[in-house]
């Protein structure tokens, strides 16, 4: 039997610095419940929650690496056995080739693939059974998709924005992605963005996952995508125009949606605002 069946609890990835760790601060100002910082690396994540604690903070630390589904599986036995169910799901946690990488194409795109998109489903899929009745989800996204998603192939982009998408087309397409990459024969196809391609992936399966919950009549559980902006980060380096505290706003905005929120859910949303994603018409 859970120990803390009727303790709300909250789950930020990557929270440890930059916008993970902005969240978690104002959630533990906002959320009634336990907020969860993950971490994959340990003594950074307990060095984040002790930081916090010496402003009166009292988040919980939990080590999590996404790219790890032991790990994944462990933070789900955890939240299942001390709190009986999730309420609050940031995925947070991604990566980013800066322009100055010398990595080849490939590579980047493996990797971060494996980060931005797969292993967030894959935190999605486990932790999806245990959302409780008005949980939020919030994928954290990039307007960078966006552009991405219009410098697709016509086709494509119909693909990606078609309604009637489902996960497994999604999945079908991402692998598309990274095989066309390998082989050399992306270019008439994908714009050349492993980052931007990833964060098509991220949006799309938001809107699926909210129709897919509503078909189920779980309507009382909002999931959204969003675009933090241009932030001061070591991912957005120090000349971004968003403070990391401002960035954050709309991912902890849609985070503590109230109940019976009606819109935005299954949106792509940027500063508050609902961004047409379906419509292919987002910049």
């Not at 340990?42 to 903070?57: D, F, K, P, W």
């Not at 790890?68 to 789900?76: C, E, F, G, M, V």
């Not at 990566?95 to 935190?123: D, Y």
Request: charged share 20%.
């Amino acid at each position: 039997m859970a120990e803390a069946v009727g303790t709300r609890v909250a789950v930020v990835t990557g929270g440890n610095k930059g916008l993970g760790f902005e969240v978690v601060k104002s959630l533990c100002r906002l959320f009634k419940g336990d907020v969860l910082l993950t971490a994959r690396n340990e003594s950074l994540g307990r060095a984040a929650v002790a930081s916090l604690e010496q402003t009166g903070l009292k988040p919980k630390f939990f080590q999590l690496d996404i790219t790890d589904q032991t790990s994944i599986a462990s933070l789900a036995t955890h939240l299942s056995n001390k709190y009986g169910g999730l309420d609050v799901l940031v995925n947070n946690a991604g990566i980013m080739f800066g322009r100055s990488s010398t990595s080849p194409f490939e590579e980047q795109v493996k990797t971060t693939m494996k980060v931005n998109f797969w292993a967030n489903l894959n935190v999605c899929k486990t932790f999806f059974p245990l959302l409780r009745s008005d949980a939020r989800v919030v994928n954290v996204s990039s307007m960078l998709g966006s552009t991405a998603l219009n410098k697709c192939a016509k086709d494509l982009k119909g693909r990606f924005t078609s309604p009637h998408i489902t996960l497994d087309e999604l999945e079908s397409l991402m692998e598309t992605f990274e095989n066309d990459v390998s082989s050399g024969t992306y270019s008439q196809t994908w714009p050349e963005t492993a980052y931007g391609v990833s964060k098509i992936g991220v949006t799309t399966m938001s809107l699926i996952q909210q129709r897919l919950l509503d078909r189920e009549g779980k309507t009382d559980v909002v999931v959204n995508a969003c675009c933090p902006g241009w932030c001061r980060t070591d991912m957005g380096g120090q000349t971004a125009t968003n403070s990391a505290e401002e960035g954050a706003d709309t991912i902890v905005y849609l985070a503590t949606l109230p109940p019976e929120t009606m819109s935005p859910r299954g949106e792509l949303v940027t500063k508050r605002k609902i961004k047409p994603w379906t419509k292919g018409t987002v910049l």
